[in-house]
């Protein structure tokens, strides 16, 4: 069972069925100490270069940072640098599969490296 599961009980909306139609690698790395659920893909042994996304309440009122936050992030974990904000899953997944993804993901593991 997903951590998020156990953690976020009281949580608006069922993960599994977007969490079925992310890419391959993808895990659900929740922590009791977080705001929302969260998944990690890491491509190497390090915490450093893991991105998560980041799934926030469909309700925007219960959002830890407001109403005016969007529902879905994909961001790096290490440095909390965000690739995209958006209230459309489709347009997350999408975005995962993007060559900007790609270049931005490389971009990131590159200065994690170098200054880690």
Known sequence: MPNSNNV???FDYDLNPYLATLPAGWYD???RNDA???FENRDDETADTAVAIW???KDPGLREGGP???QFNISMSYTGEIFLSTNDWDELVNALKSKDFEDWHEKQTDFIKKHS
């Open 8 to 10: 976020f009980k009281d």
């Open 29 to 31: 790395a929740s922590w």
């Open 36 to 38: 929302c659920p969260h």
């Open 55 to 57: 799934m926030d309440y």
């Open 68 to 70: 005016d936050i969007k």
